[in-house]
């Protein structure tokens, strides 16, 4: 595989942005309502880490595990590595797996003192 052009790392920085930003806010929406709805930090802790939780789980059960390492179709696979037994490294996707669960915990975290403070200010 030839290492990207330019067009495409922009492409990939563009894309890698949005997918973040929407991310964030998803769990800020979330943290939010937990708080809108009267919880305290744990509250509003929980419910943003459990949207980052779900996406986590989703992305490694279903897209890491299901599609790419188990059913393997044809559009996963980069052209000139088809058989490679990277395709079924089922511990590598844990590994990442873990690596957004501290991922999540760490923005969550960030997130709910966020919010919980900037609400406290607003009383």
Not at 110 to 116: E, G
Request: charged content about 10%; proline content about 3%; hydrophobic content about 60%.
């Amino acid at each position: 595989m030839p290492p990207k052009t330019l067009t495409e790392k922009r492409l990939s920085s563009y894309w890698a942005a949005v997918f973040l930003l929407l991310l964030i806010a998803l769990l800020v929406l979330a943290a939010l309502s937990a708080k809108a709805a009267h919880q305290g930090f744990a509250g509003v802790f929980l419910s943003a880490f459990g949207v980052g939780f779900l996406f986590n789980l989703v992305d490694w059960l279903i897209l890491d595990w299901l599609i790419v390492c188990t059913i393997t179709p044809a559009f996963v696979v980069i052209p000139g590595t088809e058989g490679m037994a990277g395709y079924k490294n089922y511990a590598r996707h844990f590994r990442g797996f873990l690596v957004g669960m501290a991922i999540s915990v760490v923005m969550a975290v960030l997130i709910a003192a966020l919010v919980v403070s900037v609400y406290v200010e607003r009383q």
